[in-house]
């Protein structure tokens, strides 16, 4: 281990004696200590260090957290989860361990990438695949693996998560395992992207199979069933599309609003009524984001990609910056917001050209994991 200290800074250096002499101290004090100052280095605040040392303190913190007891390694996990810097190969050795420990990565943390949640699920156990099952965005790829190895819990959860992508096979597979048995029947029902092929094969089969028990258990009558059933089934189909409609109706409405310069002014009256959860639906339909990955692009330290696709979907700068300060003080607890910061990112805004703020939206639509490869880049320049 010394040799490899010997090519960092000594800064670093003196950082990584720190953190070794805190593993050694098995005090309550001594491990509270440690998961902080381990917490601390990858929290964005520190900018201490060049990319090299975080490579090697990396690998120390990974050989110290082996020797900890296994609350603490929770602990820690529990704490680095929500942070955005942590590195990819301490976010995987955590989420390799056992799933008390790995769940909070699992279903948190922004540096695993979809190949690293298709391991996850082809060689860990069922707990480990609920923790994916809940991630706030998840990928197709993901959801495909997690229906091919993950139990009627783990479909049941997938099918409850919004921020789920499900192609039309994978809504196929599963309709195919559902029946009025299954404890996921009625979550892939109320899926608002169901494909209308797999919506009537699947009302079908569950009512063929309620079709012979109330016929062989019940001795209700065959015609009245089968008339009853006809009547039906057209009417569930319809309001999967009605459902369809509205939610299309609703993205002309915000598509006006962007066309018509008004998307800044709707936006500010949102927030200012508090109605934060509607402002991230506007947000993200306006951007064509899913609403999990517009809400860290919102919330995201510092707010240049924030003030990017603002600027790409017509908000103008007096709006931006309203805005901007709005939800600053929402996630500071109505403190004030360090003028420096509200400083750089309007000379940001203003900077930046729609040309390049439209080239990174599409960039970001097309490939969601882009914003975890801006933070590591802008954490590299730093």
């Avoid at 060049?50 to 704490?79: C, P, Q």
């Avoid at 009537?200 to 028990?213: F, G, H, V």
Wanted: aromatic share 6%.
């Amino acid at each position: 281990m010394a040799g490899r200290m010997s090519g960092t800074s000594p800064l670093a250096k003196t950082r990584q004696e720190q953190l070794i002499q805190l593993a050694n101290d098995r005090s309550r004090k001594g491990r509270t200590l440690l998961t902080t100052a381990v917490v601390e280095l990858f929290s964005g605040k520190s900018r201490l260090f060049t990319g090299s040392d975080y490579e090697v303190m990396t690998d120390i913190i990974i050989k110290l957290i082996d020797g900890i007891e296994k609350t603490v390694k929770a602990a820690l996990a529990e704490r680095l989860a929500d942070e955005p810097n942590v590195p990819r190969k301490l976010a995987l050795h955590f989420a390799n361990m056992e799933s008390s420990i790995a769940f909070p990565i699992l279903k948190n943390s922004t540096a695993l990438r979809d190949p690293d949640l298709i391991n996850i699920v082809m060689n860990k156990t069922r707990e480990h695949h609920m923790a994916v099952s809940m991630r706030a965005i998840l990928p197709a790829s993901v959801s495909r693996a997690l229906v091919d190895r993950g139990d009627d819990g783990v479909v049941k959860s997938l099918l409850e998560n919004k921020g789920a992508e499900i192609d039309d096979k994978t809504f196929e597979d599963i309709a195919r395992r559902t029946n009025q048995d299954s404890i996921f029947s009625a979550a892939i029902v109320r899926r608002h992207d169901l494909p209308k092929s797999v919506a009537k094969q699947l009302y079908w089969a569950i009512t063929a199979a309620l079709r012979q028990d109330l016929i062989f258990n019940h001795g209700i009558d065959e015609d009245s069933i089968d008339n009853a059933i006809e009547d039906v089934i057209p009417q569930m189909i319809e309001g999967i599309e009605e459902e369809k409609s509205a939610g299309e109706e609703f993205a002309n409405q915000v598509e006006r609003a962007v066309r018509q310069g008004e998307l800044g002014d709707t936006l500010l009256a949102l927030l200012n009524a508090t109605q934060i959860p509607r402002f991230t639906t506007w947000f993200a339909t306006a951007c064509h984001l899913r609403e999990g990955l517009a809400n860290r692009i919102m919330f995201e330290e510092g707010g240049e990609c924030f003030a990017a696709i603002c600027k790409a979907v017509g908000i103008d700068s007096q709006s931006f910056l309203a805005i901007f300060i709005l939800l600053r003080q929402g996630r500071l607890g109505d403190k004030r917001v360090p003028s420096d910061e509200i400083k750089n990112v309007s000379a940001y805004f203003e900077k930046m050209s729609t040309k390049e703020a439209s080239a990174l939206l599409k960039r970001l639509q097309r490939n969601p994991e882009l914003l975890n490869a801006i933070r590591a880049l802008d954490t590299e320049e730093d």
